[in-house]
């Protein structure tokens, strides 16, 4: 993959443009604040009723109506839930969009799966960064940047993949690194690791680990230690060093029993089942799946969370966090509201 950085990007490929970021949540806020520290020309489009529009005014950015934004702007910024996308487009943005204008996501699923289908004369660009925007917001404002992917699926400009490095730069990635990717490539790999690894395959892991020590006679506080909390510790290594950069800290006997036993908890059974998530994931059957679970208002979304949130190992850890000052400001009390409230 080609990476580029700051050196290879061309700003005034934004000279003159006005950039409408529409939503002001966790990507929003980074990328309009981001773009106008950068000194490009921004607006952001929200919901007459949007509870953010205080918070984007106070920041000093001027709000319009997502309609009456989309109308002035020459680059429209897609950062809404990917879930009410198609339907806020239909509405907001599509009627309102100038002939020729650049229509951005940072996440390819609405255009990948054919949920929005834009005019044929826009200019269809990504801009994904690998991170959360809080991390977006706080990494430009020390200096430096997160990675971001960037994509182009309709160009009849000619000229949209500058258009979105030069994006990418504005929100500061390329201080970190730009890479080159496609709308199926993001979509799809983006969609396997959190369910697979990093969400659906992570929280499968510490519960099986969790409860087969707690039937064995284990006290919970021992296997909410030893397979939670500790995730952190091992994940942070991975994050730093890789792999190898995390065995090189931990012990001896923690490595060995690494290297030889991982591979029977995650074993041929495992990998044939991340197989089929993927196919799923290839075929469009998850996004139709989630798209129907959203047009239905998301029951076993709903109910998946709120047992969850009931899960024996969450009670337990909600005790062990009080006793860890430096955890407490996460409320640990939040977390089954925040469950529901994500599946809301
Ligand atoms: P979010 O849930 O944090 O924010 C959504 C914002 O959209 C809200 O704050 C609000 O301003 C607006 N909004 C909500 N409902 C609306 C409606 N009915 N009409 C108009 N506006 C409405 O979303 P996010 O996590 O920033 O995700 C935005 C996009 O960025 C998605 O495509 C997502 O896949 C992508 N993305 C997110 C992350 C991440 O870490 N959060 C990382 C990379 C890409
Ligand atoms: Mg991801």
Redesign the pocket.
Known sequence: MRVLHDKDIQNVALAGKRIAV????????AHALNLRDSGCDVVV???CD???RQSAEDAGLTVFD?GAAVEQADVVM?????E??P??FAR?IRPHLRSGAYLG???G??IHFGKITPPEDANVFLV??????HLVRRQYESGSGVPCLIAVQQDPAGDTHGVALAYAGGIGGGRAGVLETSFREETET?LFGEQAVLCGGLTELIRAGYETLVEAGYAPEMAYFECLHEVKLITDLIYEGGITGMRASISNTAEYGDLTRGSKVIGTEARQAMRKLLADIQSGSFADEWMAECAAGKPRMKSLATSGADHEVEQVGSRLRRLMPWLQDKAESKAPDRAIAAAS
Request: proline fraction near 8%; aromatic fraction near 8%.
């Open positions: 529409i939503g002001y949540g966790s990507q929003g806020h489009g929200l919901r949007s509870a953010s997502t897609t950062l809404i839930p990917d009410i996308q339907e806020v907001e996501f940072a996440h699923f609405s994904a960064p690998k991170g959360p925007g983006d």
